[in-house]
C-alpha cells in the first residue's frame, strides 16, 4: 500500500542470513533505500554492516533471505548479469580502498569510464573534475602507495561516482579523515547525490557522518534496529 510514501524502495534486503566461516555476520538483517534516498548504516564494529553492504551491492551472496534491486532478485541472478548491472548501476566505494596500486589517481578514476567506452582523453579529463571535487586534484599523478589514507578515500570516492551510478555504496568513506576533511568530503558527497538523484548506503561509525543522511538504521549483532529520521 502507498501511504503518502514513495512506497516501493530501489534497493531491499529481507531477512539476510550470512555466515563466515563460524561467525553469523547477518542474522536476519532487513534494509530498504528509496531512489535518491541517502541512507545511513551505523553499529559497533563486527555488528555486519560491511557484510550487508556486499549483499546489497551483490558483491556477496547472502546463504538465505533476498535482495531486490528495482523489483529483480538480485541474490539470484547469474554472475554474468550481476556484474554488468554493478558495473553500470552501482559505484562502490570499499572500507579497505581497492584502488588499483599501479594507476595513478587520474587513471582509477578515469578507468570505470575507458570500461564503459570512453576514450582515454574523454575519461581522464572526466576524471580531473571529479578530483577536483573531493579537493585531490594535486594528487593526480600519485598511485595509490604514495597518497595518505584520506586522499586514497577520497579517490575512491570520486571513482564510484564517476560513471553516474544509481547507487553508491560508501563504507566508511571518511574512517581516514580529520573532521575537517569529513566534512568537505560528506558535502561533497551530499550534493552529488541531491544534484544527480542518487542513492547512497553510506556506513559510517561517526554520528556527524550519520547526520548527513536522510534516514539512519542501526545494526545490532547482524541485524537491524531501526533508529527513525535523523535529519
Ligand atoms: N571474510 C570473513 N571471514 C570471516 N569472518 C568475517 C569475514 N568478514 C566478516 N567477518 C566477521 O563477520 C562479522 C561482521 O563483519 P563486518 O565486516 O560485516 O562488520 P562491520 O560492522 O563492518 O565491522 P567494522 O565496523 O569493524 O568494519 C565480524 O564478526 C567479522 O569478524
Ligand atoms: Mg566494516
Excluded at 45 to 70: E, M, Q
Excluded at 73 to 90: A, T, V
Excluded at 169 to 178: Q, R, S
Aim: one cysteine or more.
Amino acid at each position: 500500500m502507498n501511504n503518502g510514501e514513495n512506497a516501493v524502495p530501489l534497493l531491499a534486503a529481507r531477512d539476510l542470513a550470512k555466515t563466515h566461516g563460524r561467525t553469523q555476520a547477518l542474522r536476519g538483517a532487513s534494509a530498504e533505500l528509496r531512489a535518491g534516498e541517502i541512507l545511513a548504516v551505523t553499529g559497533a564494529s563486527g555488528s555486519g554492516k560491511s557484510t550487508l553492504l556486499h549483499c546489497l551491492a551483490g558483491i556477496v551472496r547472502p546463504d538465505a533471505g533476498s535482495v531486490t534491486y528495482g523489483g529483480e532478485r538480485l541474490d539470484r541472478l547469474p554472475e554474468k548479469r550481476l556484474s554488468g548491472l554493478r558495473r553500470g548501476d552501482f559505484g562502490v566505494v570499499f572500507q579497505f580502498g581497492q584502488l588499483i596500486p599501479e594507476l595513478t589517481a587520474l587513471d582509477n578514476v578515469a578507468l570505470p569510464l575507458m570500461l564503459a567506452g570512453s576514450s582515454r582523453g574523454d575519461a581522464q579529463a572526466r576524471a580531473g573534475e571529479w578530483l577536483e571535487r573531493f579537493g585531490v586534484r594535486g594528487q593526480a599523478g600519485l598511485r595509490p602507495g604514495e597518497m595518505s589514507g584520506g586522499q586514497a578515500q577520497r579517490t575512491s570516492l570520486a571513482r564510484a561516482l564517476v560513471t553516474g551510478p544509481k547507487v553508491v555504496f560508501a563504507d566508511e568513506p571518511t574512517g581516514a579523515l580529520d573532521s575537517l576533511a569529513s566534512e568537505q568530503v560528506m558535502t561533497a558527497l551530499v550534493h552529488t547525490a541531491r544534484d544527480s538523484g542518487t542513492a547512497v548506503l553510506l556506513v559510517t561509525h561517526d554520528a556527524q557522518v550519520a547526520a548527513y543522511a536522510d534516514r539512519e538504521v542501526r545494526l545490532s549483532d547482524g541485524a537491524v534496529v531501526p533508529t527513525g529520521v535523523t535529519a
